[in-house]
């Protein structure tokens, strides 16, 4: 069983920055892939970002891409989103997801493990 807590969430004005980190409980953590995705009030769960068990390929969604930026310490078994250029419809609660596997993958329903999700609220 992978345990995940994500922390760095806050409030933040438009056009700012923020970087969430996720920190797992697995000691094989370099053989899991990692996810980002978010939940804004009344809306389906949605893909942010992905990076792959070694850091080396990575993928975002249209939303997010030239200003989030996904990368993991194994040796911390911690993923990072580092989030430029913050817009208030980046509001939402954000959730880190784990998966055994060396790719990418952009689906919720290919992640087997999640984090409780931590806040982010943008202000115009």
């Known amino acids: 069983q992978v345990q995940l807590a994500e922390s760095g969430g806050g409030w933040v004005q438009a056009g700012g920055s923020l970087r969430l980190s996720c920190a797992a409980s697995e000691r094989t953590f370099s053989r899991y892939a990692m996810g980002w995705f978010r939940q804004a009030p009344g809306k389906k769960r949605e893909f942010v970002a992905a990076?792959?068990?070694?850091?080396?390929?990575?993928y975002y969604s249209d939303s997010v891409k030239g200003r989030f930026t996904i990368s993991r310490d194994n040796a911390k078994s911690t993923v990072y989103l580092q989030m430029n250029s913050l817009k208030p419809e980046d509001t939402a609660v954000y959730y880190c997801?784990?998966?055994?596997?060396?790719?990418?993958?952009?689906?919720?329903?290919?992640?087997?493990?999640w984090g409780r999700g931590t806040q982010v609220t943008v202000s115009s």
């Open positions: 990076i792959s068990w070694n850091g080396g390929a990575t």
């Open positions: 997801a784990a998966r055994y596997g060396t790719a990418y993958y952009i689906s919720e329903y290919e992640y087997t493990y």
